[in-house]
């Protein structure tokens, strides 16, 4: 029988032929936690009664999920991370450097066959680079950081093979949202998700990250994609390690097949408060709103920043509306200075704050107030997301958002490539 991509990675790691139901004790490459769950992830650490790291070069603490910290316990949360990374010798990024899924995937240690857990549930970003990248608690985090191996019960496998390429305007956000509308936010559960066809294979490596980090909104516990040259060259640009990619035999077996064609696609938006409630966006547009979002680990890279300055270029942002934008990482913040794209956007009125998650988990720089409607590039729209749960969350591509910021209203950004 075949194999599926993370039946393969399953049995490389843990040294035996896997099938979906099996459980498995599995080899960590690489293990990672942020402000919100490492200092669970140390406290249970201590617990354990750990002294030392499996491998200090093989964990990462993130500061970005409140950074810089708004509030004097948050800061003596930050203060604990700094301290354990210096007594145990691991990676620690701190206020500034960025959003942990960004940092993760420039700082070349995630690539194909890689088996990635992170406490934090957009770790699946990491699947567009073929690797098997999953969100984990705060005490198997801590389990894990001490023997570098965890447990799984090896995932049945969705298939989505998208069909044809996405039309002008149409974007890998829309893509994604109208899958996870389509199967439903709990369609996928504890299912690994392969993505393949000519649409995924036409995306950049930016807009496959999009695709990746949304697999946990239909429940799913990994997205994955197979590697290409695409991949590869990509990885390149940040090391020089060799990898040793997985792809399905074409005998694999899936629980489910979807087909979908992507040329026919026209942008999305998912209603408040769920993410799988999805529709075109000519069916909401024209409502107004009060914030605009352009960020996060699911659309704050250079291409998502590009996007939107070109809809905005020579444009003002509307009177009405707050438009802030959060660098996904410090080098995407840079990258998007020496070209212009800042300049760009905050000439036509946007607030740029420091790189992290802020906006998106409502820690601080932009919770929105009572009965404001924003529209966000971020992944979830519950209520309360964004700091507020009196208000209403709009979740769109960089294009979308950027249209809305400028008229004021949800807004095609086709109109603006005409």
Request: charged share 20%; with cysteine; aromatic share 6%.
């Amino acid at each position: 029988m075949g194999q599926t991509i993370i039946e393969k990675i399953l049995s490389r790691k843990s040294g035996r032929k896997v099938q979906a139901g099996d459980i498995v004790v599995a080899k960590v490459d690489f293990v990672m936690g942020q402000d919100g769950t490492s200092p669970l992830a140390i406290n249970a650490f201590r617990e354990m009664g750990g002294r030392a790291l499996f491998n200090p070069s093989r964990v990462a603490l993130v500061i970005d999920h409140s950074a810089p910290s708004p509030t004097e316990s948050v800061s003596n949360l930050h203060k604990l991370m700094r301290d354990f990374a210096r007594e145990t010798g691991c990676r620690l990024y701190d206020v500034g450097d960025g959003v942990c899924h960004q940092l993760m995937l420039e700082s070349g240690v995630v690539g194909p066959g890689f088996l990635v857990i992170g406490a934090d549930s957009h770790t699946c970003t990491y699947g567009a680079l073929n690797a098997f990248a999953t969100g984990v608690g705060s005490t198997d985090l801590a389990a894990a950081m001490i023997s570098g191996q965890m447990w799984f019960k090896v995932p049945p496998t969705l298939k989505f093979v998208c069909h044809g390429e996405l039309p002008p305007g149409v974007y890998s956000k829309d893509l994604i949202l109208h899958l996870i509308g389509r199967v439903t936010a709990d369609g996928a559960t504890y299912m690994a998700v392969e993505f393949t066809g000519e649409a995924i294979r036409a995306l950049s490596m930016e807009g496959r990250f999009t695709i990746a980090n949304m697999a946990v909104e239909m429940g799913a516990k990994a997205g994955l994609m197979e590697a290409d040259e695409k991949t590869m060259g990509w990885l390149a640009r940040y090391t020089r390690r060799e990898f040793a990619p997985a792809a399905p035999d074409p005998d694999a077996v899936y629980e489910r097949v979807v087909e979908i064609d992507a040329a026919a696609l026209e942008p999305q938006v998912a209603r408040p408060h769920r993410v799988d409630n999805v529709v075109p966006l000519s069916e909401v547009g024209g409502l107004p709103v009060d914030e605009a979002v352009l960020g996060t680990c699911t659309n704050g890279r250079l291409e998502d920043l590009a996007t939107a300055a070109a809809i905005l270029r020579g444009r003002r942002v509307a009177p009405s509306v707050r438009f802030i934008v959060a660098p996904a990482s410090r080098r995407v913040y840079l990258e998007a200075l020496r070209d212009g794209t800042l300049e760009t956007l905050v000439q036509a009125g946007a607030a740029v704050v420091t790189p992290g998650c802020g906006p998106c988990v409502g820690t601080h720089n932009g919770v929105p107030a009572d009965g404001e409607r924003v529209i966000s590039t971020a992944n979830r729209n519950f209520k309360g997301r964004m700091g507020n749960r009196n208000a209403e969350i709009y979740l769109a591509s960089p294009a979308s958002v950027a249209a809305a910021a400028v008229t004021g209203e949800i807004t095609d950004p086709r109109e603006f490539l005409k």
